[in-house]
């Protein structure tokens, strides 16, 4: 009988359409209200079925390999969860800025337990993934189920939204490298920073308003990241001077990004963005679903 021996998988990048922090709990975690959004930039994840051993390769010089891997941490959650006496080969082609708020690690976390769901036919379900997800990290269970939804909780309490794919995005990563603990540790509860309108944003973004969701994306993080460093308030001003309907920070940061009514106005927007930003990248918004490439 054939049998699947190695799978590649696409694991992308995503943004935050909104992002406020609603409270903290006892453990040191924030709940959160955020809308997440899966886009074009994507992490290429080779899993090769071996023995019982786990593996991780990666071409990325910041990126661990071996157990320091998230996706080791996955691959293990994955075989406890199943029973299944397994191993795997995990090889990753990193084209997403890392320590960027892009969620890189998380999305090739997802990755792992959704590939070696195929590749042992494992026969899980997409919430039995993102308990395993969960495990691993607070945004692995949106990179399971991808595409626009809504998280609360640290994360995990996930509503699915309508489709917001197809919108041209222009991102920039600056230089320098955000902690994401750092950021969370320094936000200022009840702070008066401007808050997103969670609900006014869903109801644009399911009318695929544009125009009106761009203008109204907040992110409550931008007050510690943008404080500490100002480029932030400068990339913004920038994209939005170079006709995006609106610009806003992502996750902890430190990449920046505007949303565009149309390819002509992202593609003009980012040749004049990428003069000034060598880390610039026009990418869309996706959907969900697991892309293969054939083995
Ligand atoms: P998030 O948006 O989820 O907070 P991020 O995009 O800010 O994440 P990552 O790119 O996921 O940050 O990387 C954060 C850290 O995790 C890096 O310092 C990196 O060394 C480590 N790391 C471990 N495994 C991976 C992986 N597979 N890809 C990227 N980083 C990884």
Request: glycine fraction near 8%.
């Amino acid at each position: 009988m054939w049998c699947l021996e190695q799978i590649t998988i696409a694991a992308p990048a995503k943004i935050n359409l909104s992002l406020d922090i609603t409270g903290k709990l006892e453990n040191g975690y924030h709940t959160l209200d955020t809308i997440m959004q899966t886009i074009s930039i994507e992490d290429k994840i080779t899993l090769t079925k071996t023995g019982r051993e786990i593996s991780v390769f990666c071409d990325h010089p910041q990126v661990p390999a071996g157990d320091g891997n998230i996706c080791h941490k996955a691959a293990q959650a994955f075989f406890e969860k199943t029973a299944i006496e397994g191993g795997v080969l995990i090889t990753i082609e990193k084209n997403i800025p890392v320590g960027a708020g892009l969620a890189g690690g998380s999305s090739d976390a997802a990755a792992v337990i959704k590939g070696l769901n195929l590749l042992y036919k494992a026969g899980l379900t997409q919430r039995e993934m993102c308990k395993i997800g969960l495990k691993c990290g607070a945004d692995v269970p949106f990179c399971v189920v991808a595409g626009t939804c809504r998280a609360k909780g640290i994360g995990e309490k996930l509503t699915v939204l309508p489709s917001f794919a197809g919108v041209y995005v222009v991102l920039v990563v600056p230089d320098f490298f955000v902690s994401t603990a750092w950021a969370y540790e320094n936000y200022v509860l009840d702070s008066t920073v401007e808050k997103p309108r969670t609900e006014e944003l869903i109801t644009y973004i399911r009318s695929r308003d544009i125009k009106n969701t761009a203008e109204r994306m907040a992110n409550v993080l931008e007050s510690v990241t943008a404080k500490k460093h100002p480029e932030i308030r400068e990339i913004k001003n920038d994209i939005k001077k170079s006709g995006a309907c609106g610009s806003v920070m992502s996750g902890s940061g430190p990449s920046v990004f505007g949303l565009f009514e149309n390819e002509q106005k992202a593609r003009i927007a980012y040749s004049v963005i990428r003069e000034k930003y060598n880390r610039s990248y026009l990418a869309l918004t996706i959907d969900g679903g697991i892309k293969q490439w054939q083995n």
